[in-house]
């Protein structure tokens, strides 16, 4: 069973912090989060790289989709 991390990223449209909970060691996870401030959607986008064994964490806009 896969560990969930809880991670605080910045929203991309306030700059506000607000934690986010992700499968370190799933291969790719795309989902939709809103901001605990202002509330709009944050397309978050997980990568992890298993050869290199390293996470990569898009913040994005729904703008940027």
């Known amino acids: 069973m896969e560990s969930i991390q809880w991670l605080t ?3 991309p449209y306030c700059g506000e912090p607000f934690n986010a ?3 370190p060691l ?5 989902f939709i989060e ?7 959607p944050i397309h978050l986008v997980v990568d992890y790289d298993p050869i290199q064994q390293q ?3 898009k913040v ?3 703008d940027d989709c």
Do not use: P
């Open 9 to 11: 990223l910045q929203c």
């Open 21 to 23: 909970a992700i499968e």
């Open 26 to 30: 799933c291969d790719i996870q795309d």
């Open 34 to 40: 809103d901001c605990q401030v202002c509330c709009r």
């Open 55 to 57: 996470t990569d964490i």
């Open 60 to 62: 994005l806009t729904t």
